[in-house]
């Protein structure tokens, strides 16, 4: 029986998306639940997968052709057995890949691993060497996550190749081939259009301005020293930094309320609610996932939904409904080496705060010079909702929670 392969029901405010990659060709087998094909929209990839065992019948819409929501990609026969991919012969006349009717995992001829294609792209853009990952799919196969997983217990363990040091989030390594003068022409994806027309868009319609400061990180570093371990042994997470930033901006959205609010045309929209957008780097682009209610959140559960968000970025698992709303966003260009930057709001919001480098530096402090900890602040903002006094107030609330933690605690 031949059933249709239709594309995902797209929210309202997705319009269309782009076939990525077909994980199946037409008379593959395909198991029931496997993944087919990948959607890309501007702002996530949705996966569909096959609806029952048996192959594909017919791909009608190619990798790189637009699609809309519960458009028909493909046709699908259910039940039909399916036809494997030609396999190679080793030296010695034998196929390789077929599985062995008494072994439970597939043959592995010239110690060759048999990888999803997604798992196998991974790999090849992190030198990764597919016969070191062990895999935990269907009959042994090498998923994307066990590539994945591979590469971050390599950097754990310091033992990772020039490809793999490099800092989370880095965009893949193009082949450019040989030549005197190599180029490549390469299509911007949904998402890197989206996020380049949003930043454009942000920048010719508001009048955004950036007001900086610099805050000692000595008392916060010291509170998280004294308390790692019991607070990791405790809540099974690690105490970062961006919870205590997260809290303090809550803070101080509550007492200024102009910076949680948003511009609707020729409307001001007050929020009585503090959603925080986290940005997270992904190798698909700038996403933000947002924190909700953070008012009501502690630090451990402000700790858990980024170590949730920022695992799902990174495997292409975010949800739409994770990523849309926010009243206020962060940006940590820090962990990337960023001493100081001018970061661009995300409309509709209003304002936008750039944590970065911390960097010992001499400072002033009771007329003596001593060596601190110190972290420079970007407030970008929107002048026609928030007038720089109000930019700047805000900022030095978040200086002085951060400087002296208990001002979080207290309210003061």
Not at 253 to 279: C, E, T, W
Not at 285 to 291: E, I, N, Q, S
């Amino acid at each position: 029986m031949s059933t249709e392969i239709k594309a995902p029901v797209f929210p309202e405010s997705v319009a269309e998306g782009t076939v990525a990659t077909w994980h199946k060709q037409p008379g593959e087998a395909c198991s029931r639940d496997e993944l087919i094909v990948d959607i890309e929209t501007d702002k996530v990839v949705l996966e569909v997968v096959a609806p029952a065992d048996g192959v594909i019948e017919e791909i009608l819409k190619g990798e790189g052709d637009t699609v809309e929501s519960g458009e028909v990609v493909g046709t699908f026969k259910e039940g039909a057995a399916g036809e494997s991919k030609p396999a190679a012969k080793d030296e010695g006349g034998k196929e390789e890949g077929k599985k062995e009717e008494a072994s439970e995992e597939p043959a592995k001829s010239s110690g060759e691993a048999i990888l999803s294609p997604a798992a196998r792209k991974l790999a090849e853009e992190n030198d990764v060497n597919p016969d070191a990952v062990k895999g935990t799919g269907k009959d042994g196969r090498v998923t994307k996550e066990d590539v994945q997983n591979h590469i971050d217990a390599g950097k754990s363990s310091g033992s990772t190749s020039a490809a793999q040091e490099k800092p989370a989030g880095d965009m893949p390594q193009v082949d450019l081939g040989s030549g005197e003068r190599p180029e490549k022409r390469v299509p911007m994806t949904r998402l890197r259009a989206s996020i380049a027309k949003r930043l454009v868009n942000a920048q010719q319609t508001a009048a955004m301005l950036t007001t900086f400061n610099e805050v000692n990180m000595g008392p916060v570093m010291e509170l998280r020293k004294q308390y790692k371990e019991s607070f990791e042994k405790r809540h099974g997470v690690k105490l970062g930094f961006m919870s205590f930033f997260t809290k303090a901006a809550t803070e101080a959205l509550k007492r200024f309320p102009a910076v949680n609010a948003s511009i609707d045309g020729n409307d001001m929209v007050y929020h009585g609610y503090q959603d925080i957008g986290i940005a997270v780097s992904s190798d698909r682009g700038l996403v933000v996932p947002v924190v909700r209610d953070t008012d009501a959140l502690g630090l451990a559960d402000i700790e858990k939904k980024i170590v949730e968000y920022g695992t799902k970025a990174k495997d292409g698992k975010l949800g739409i409904e994770e990523m849309t709303g926010g009243t206020f966003t962060i940006t940590n260009g820090g962990i990337f080496g960023s001493l100081i930057s001018t970061p661009i709001l995300n409309p509709p919001q209003t304002a936008i705060l750039g944590m970065h480098k911390i960097q010992e530096r001499p400072m002033a402090v009771n007329g003596k010079v001593e060596i601190q900890p110190m972290m420079y602040l970007a407030l970008s903002y929107d002048h026609r909702m928030i007038d720089g006094k109000e930019a700047v107030q805000f900022l030095v609330a978040i200086k002085e929670m951060l400087e002296d933690p208990a001002r979080i605690l207290l309210d003061v």
